[in-house]
């Protein structure tokens, strides 16, 4: 058997010998090693960045229920910040259970808190989830998700939460408000990549809007952003749905 190895030999036996050790080398590298060493760098925080608001979506969350609006789990600030659903089809909260958001057991430790949650650890937190079931379109329109998030006495707001499709939606549509009353929606002083952000199917992906650079979202209690859905056909009723998790707000707290 030949041998990886190179002795005093004439020089193009040395030549080979060497090509030899370099092919042997190159088998010896861990392939998952070598794959891993480029990581995605975590989304910048602005500086003197905090936890503002955080929904954990757990056993406090009732499940076989049509929701409408679910507040927020940690809110210090007391700033009464809620997740509020606009159904597609008439007459919701009472629709059968179709076009409708529920609770669904689907945890996912994708942009999990502790600090959020009593510093419970991910296993002790009893972390379900939450659904937007299709049709996602019908006479009353399409599916919207509404974060309001009071910023009375803080600035620079960053969004985050753990979004994933199943077999409804291809991605989402982000905007927001900052006007009282009717709200004009605009995606000015965003970045265009987090404008729209494509979901994986059957995986949990971490979505983040950072609102750092909306000047007019500091120290405004009508800041709201909204969420809807890109998909092929809004009215299919197949029984599929979009799944997310753990919302997260950061912000920069006595600006």
Not at 90 to 97: A, E, I, L, Q
Not at 152 to 178: C, H, K, N, R, W
């Amino acid at each position: 058997m030949k041998q990886c190895s190179a002795s005093t030999r004439p020089l193009f036996v040395l030549l080979f010998s060497l090509m030899l050790l370099a092919a042997c080398a190159e088998k010896l590298v861990d392939p998952h090693t070598s794959n891993n060493t480029q990581q995605p760098e975590p989304e910048p925080l602005p500086a003197d960045a905090s936890l503002y608001l955080f929904w954990v979506f757990d056993g406090r969350v009732p499940n076989n229920v049509e929701l409408e609006r679910i507040d927020a789990t940690f809110d210090p600030g007391e700033t009464g910040a809620h997740i509020f659903f606009k159904s597609g089809l008439p007459n919701y909260p009472n629709t059968g259970r179709l076009g409708s958001m529920e609770r669904r057991n689907s945890p996912t430790d994708i942009n999990y808190l502790p600090e959020g949650n009593n510093n419970l650890a991910f296993e002790e937190a009893d972390v379900r989830g939450v659904q937007i079931r299709q049709p996602f379109r019908g006479a009353n329109g399409e599916h919207e998700l509404y974060f309001h998030i009071p910023m009375t006495g803080a600035s620079a707001p960053v969004l985050s939460f753990a979004m994933m499709d199943e077999g409804a939606a291809d991605g989402i549509q982000i905007d927001y408000s900052v006007t009282s009353g009717f709200q004009l929606w605009t995606q000015n002083g965003m970045e265009q990549s987090q404008t729209v952000r494509n979901l994986i199917t059957g995986t949990y992906s971490r979505i983040v809007a950072d609102f750092s650079g909306v000047e007019a979202a500091a120290n405004n209690p009508d800041f709201i952003v909204r969420v809807r859905f890109l998909y092929d056909d809004g009215f299919a009723s197949s029984g599929d749905r979009v799944t997310f998790n753990n919302v997260a707000v950061f912000a920069v707290v006595g600006e």
